[in-house]
């Protein structure tokens, strides 16, 4: 197998000094793979995603991308490496319209840029029949596809989505879903992380289950969705005994 794209070792992370929420995070994903991250509340996933993108600093811990360890780089500096973001909230310029919000994603480069956003428009194709209208306009499923599209314009090797399916209706949740699929197929690395546990492990290659800041378990998605103790603490499966 291939060097990991990320690897995170033994992190540990927080917002205020000397309370940790990250206690010791393992945590690796390879070129092209979908990983997904899921957990309880308070587990420290959200944490982890702002982390790796240099929102947060890790106290203690390394974090390597593409062979360089990026632990304390700044998140410009690690976009600038080739890894994108989507935070859950905020992930859109309202203002905007669609079109100028895709070209704000592509700030660091210097080419053209119209082959990039009809790539974008034929992956999404709401995109591209709303592209003059105002970001703050457009439903909570549209504006998490243009969050998506603008991060895709950089062309990264890895994107972060943070909570894509959170607040947004089962049908929309299945199309958001379908165009992560879509993304990962083309060959971007995903780290996933999210609520809807049993939906991200059903297209993960693998996850990671956060519980209080640690890893506690993790494995191929198939195998995670079957095992009875991920099962009973977060898919909410009753085991019979």
Avoid at 33 to 40: D, Q, R, T, W, Y
Wanted: glycine share 10%.
């Amino acid at each position: 197998m291939s060097n990991p794209l990320l690897e995170v070792e033994n992190v540990y992370a927080g917002y205020v000094k000397d309370l940790d929420i990250l206690q010791g995070v393992n945590f690796k994903i390879y070129p092209g793979e979908l990983v997904a991250v899921i957990g309880p509340n308070g587990a420290g996933k959200s944490t982890l995603a702002k982390t790796i993108f240099g929102l947060l600093t890790p106290h203690t811990g390394k974090i390597t991308f593409k062979g360089e360890n990026i632990g304390g780089l700044k998140s410009d500096q690690i976009v600038q490496r080739g890894m994108c973001y989507v935070p859950q909230i905020a992930n859109v310029f309202p203002t905007l319209t669609v079109e100028e919000n895709l070209e704000m994603g592509a700030f660091i480069r210097n080419d053209s840029l119209q082959p990039l956003k009809d790539k974008i428009y034929a992956t999404f194709p709401v995109l591209a029949e709303r592209r003059r209208q105002r970001a703050g306009t457009l439903s909570g499923g549209q504006r998490q596809m243009l969050a998506m599209g603008r991060a895709l314009m950089l062309q990264p090797s890895l994107l972060l989505l943070d909570e894509p399916s959170a607040a947004l209706s089962p049908i929309l949740v299945n199309n958001v879903f379908e165009q992560i699929r879509q993304i990962n197929s083309s060959g971007t690395a995903i780290v996933l992380v999210e609520q809807n546990a049993r939906k991200a492990l059903e297209m993960a290659d693998r996850g990671y289950v956060l519980e209080a800041g640690r890893d506690r378990f993790s494995g191929p998605g198939s195998e995670l969705l079957n095992d009875p103790k991920v099962g009973e603490l977060y898919l909410g499966v009753k085991t019979t005994h």
